[in-house]
């Protein structure tokens, strides 16, 4: 079976080829050229048509060049793996929005339902509360003098 060669695309004249152009999304065109461009000119080669991207990241038309019969092919093929891998870009895309709906921290005020205030947790009776007259040690500052509370019996000997 003779096949054409891509170098062949060259030899036949203007008027048997055509262009033709096809909208493809742009966020699939990186994987449709494949790494380093090989999978884009295996795909050139096998239906001997010349394919063209935007160059800007965001165009969507890619042109296909060729005889005519080649560029619809060509186009049916493209059109078929595009889809194909936009399926795949809005799969990522729903599993990335699940995932941030999941990780997104979402602050809410505490509130005390009874009361309707936003203090949260109160210790009663710390040091830093100052609510006994006791005042937080300050660093550098006189040593409190007041008699801390003692521990155990208040005398060291049992009481006769």
Not at 51 to 79: M, W, Y
Not at 121 to 150: C, L, Q, R
Request: glycine share 8%; hydrophobic share 35%; net charge negative.
């Amino acid at each position: 079976m003779w096949r054409f060669c891509f170098t062949d695309l060259v030899t036949f004249s203007i008027e048997e080829q055509i262009t033709d152009e096809l909208d493809i999304d742009h966020r699939v065109h990186s994987r449709l050229i494949g790494a380093k461009g090989k999978a884009i000119a295996k795909v050139m080669e096998n239906f001997n048509v010349m394919i063209r991207f935007p160059k800007d990241k965001t165009g969507s038309v890619v042109t296909v060049t060729g005889l005519e019969e080649n560029v619809e092919d060509a186009k049916e093929h493209l059109l078929l793996l595009a889809e194909e891998y936009m399926q795949d870009v809005i799969e990522k895309q729903e599993e990335q929005d699940l995932l941030n709906q999941y990780t997104r921290r979402t602050a809410k005020p505490l509130e005390d339902t009874a009361k309707g205030s936003r203090t949260g947790y109160v210790v009663k009776g710390a040091p830093w509360s100052g609510s006994e007259g006791d005042e937080f040690p300050a660093i550098g500052g006189p040593a409190n003098t007041s008699k801390a509370p003692t521990w155990g019996p208040s005398s060291l000997g049992p009481k006769l």
